[in-house]
């Protein structure tokens, strides 16, 4: 099932008695779980009737003692197993015949107590799908994988979890926000809550409230140095090169590569397309078509030779950055990059 249905599901008080969460992603694993937490019982009825077990702590009898057992003056009881990962041997209990306790957990996922909600929050990882319990549970329990966004899918993102919100934001601020806060949901949804705790619902997010609170310079990140090097800006790309600098700690140099690393390989991309047209060159390299005007231009100012050049340095540079071949500074590591891209 999508994160989507088993939400819905969940409002309109649908329960199934195993939910089994799992996935490189956390957040929608944690947004599941905490909604099954807070929302199926009643304060009156949690005492009795909720428990949450953490993985390293339980073993399958243990669980399954629990997940057993009747509720007491409430028509559900709720078990949630916390970091289901650290369940020992977990699959290898399900899939071996013939020891004993190895064999009931596979016959109670195929015939759950219909008044225990049991849900198990696997995360960082999932269960080998050719496993007797992989397929099991996708037969008779709810399934759930959830899967880590990449890079150029977290703009979007930020604008639908705002707009849930009833909040807008400019482009440029959602690019802001994914180049410095990664791919990491939870840590972005942090950051945009604490936002609109000080922001009006009636104003636009855009750059101003980024730089005032959560913390990215409007004017001094990678995002403004993409587009000075873009435009091959010099005064600008050398400005915030030496504020990097001089602040190394908070732009780290793997992270400044690695950014510009991607925006190079869509200019690239962009040259490869034979249909420019802003609308599919923008869907064709995965970008806002907002910023469709400042690919343009660097494809101007980098031709097909320059730009695989281009690639090669910042290569180069991020095995020197790792201390590799290299004993300078950061800063003077940025500094000779910026050069050589510029000229």
């Known amino acids: 099932m999508t994160y989507a249905a088993i939400l819905k599901e969940l409002k309109n008080k ?4 195993v939910y089994f969460l799992q996935g490189e992603e956390p957040y929608y694993i944690d947004i599941i779980s905490d909604y099954i937490e807070k929302n199926v019982l009643d304060e009156s009825e949690k005492e009795f009737n909720q428990t949450v077990l953490y993985g390293k702590d339980v073993d399958i009898a243990t669980i399954l003692s629990y997940a057993k057992r009747f509720p007491m003056m409430s028509n559900y009881q709720v078990i949630i197993i916390k970091e289901a990962q650290d369940i020992r041997n977990l699959v290898k209990k399900a899939d071996k015949d013939g020891k004993e306790g190895k064999d009931d957990f596979l016959a109670y996922v195929e015939n759950p107590l219909k008044s225990t909600l049991l849900v198990f929050c696997y995360k960082y990882g999932k269960i080998d799908a050719r496993t007797k319990l992989a397929k099991l549970i996708d037969k008779s329990a709810v399934l759930y994988e959830s899967k880590p966004l990449y890079d150029n899918k977290i703009p979007d993102w930020v604008v639908e979890y705002a707009a849930e919100r009833n909040y807008k934001i400019v482009p440029k601020a959602t690019y802001l926000i994914a180049d410095y806060l990664g791919t990491d949901l939870s840590k972005v949804a942090n950051e945009l809550d604490k936002l609109m705790l000080n922001i009006p619902v009636t104003e636009t997010i855009n750059e101003k409230h980024i730089e005032k609170f959560i913390g990215i310079s409007k004017d001094y990140n990678v995002f403004e140095l993409s ?3 873009a435009k091959k800006d010099v005064l600008k790309a050398n400005r915030i090169v ?4 001089a602040n190394i700690k908070a732009n ?3 992270m400044t590569i690695g950014v510009l690393y991607n925006y190079f390989t869509k200019v690239l991309k ?8 802003r ?3 923008a869907s064709e390299i ?3 078509p907002f910023f469709m005007a400042e690919y343009e231009t660097a494809a101007k100012n980098y031709p097909v030779n320059k730009l695989i050049q281009v690639i090669d340095y910042l290569r180069e540079y991020d095995v020197k950055s790792k201390g590799v071949g290299a004993d300078m500074e950061e800063g003077d590591l940025l500094t000779e990059l910026v050069y050589k891209i510029l000229h």
Do not use: E
């Open 14 to 17: 649908i329960y199934h008695p």
């Open 227 to 229: 587009t000075a090097l």
């Open 242 to 245: 030496k504020h990097f600098g």
């Open 252 to 254: 780290p140099l793997v």
């Open 270 to 277: 962009y040259h490869s397309l034979a249909d420019k047209s």
């Open 279 to 281: 609308n599919n060159a």
């Open 286 to 288: 995965g970008v806002n």
